[in-house]
């Protein structure tokens, strides 16, 4: 393992609520985080089932221009997006989606977090870290040591069938909102 990517400069690290009425705006909280996002930049998404943090991932490719349609890699543990040209949206980032939950984060057995943390350091994503953005779904407790500092979203379910609470804690460039 390289090691985490260095931070050029540290950041305000800083927190904001946002309440998601439907998926779209699951959807539009994820453009937001994709616009600002750049290579080196780590996105950990954590909540249970159906959640929306598929939905929040495919926003954030959405927002970075990427090809697409980002969908949950679950099967393949790991899906790379290029981006589309300028003239088409894209950005210029790659996006690499991840999702943790086949390494068992995500089972009612208590993981191993050594062994989810060895599984994750196998797929080189801190390689990947230096020249895309990388999104882990059911990441939070295992990812966070691939980058020096990462976003963290917390989705929930705050009520009814669509209403969805997000929880962001990081640097205040990637968190976006009134600090």
Known sequence: ???????????????????????????????????????????????????????????????????????????VIAREHPPLPAALGGRGVVLVHVDAYRLGVGTAVEPDPDEVTAQLDDLDLDTDLTRAAVVVEWGEGVAEHLATEHLLVRLDRSGGDEVREALLHGPARLVGGDP
């Open 1 to 75: 393992m390289i090691g985490p990517v260095p931070s050029p400069v540290p950041s305000v690290t800083t927190d904001r609520r946002v309440v998601l009425p439907t998926a779209a705006d699951t959807a539009a909280l994820g453009r937001d985080i994709g616009a600002r996002l750049a290579p080196g930049d780590l996105v950990v998404l954590s909540g249970p089932l159906g959640a929306g943090k598929t939905c929040l991932a495919a926003g954030i490719g959405e927002g970075l221009g990427v090809e697409g349609p980002v969908t949950s890699p679950t099967f």
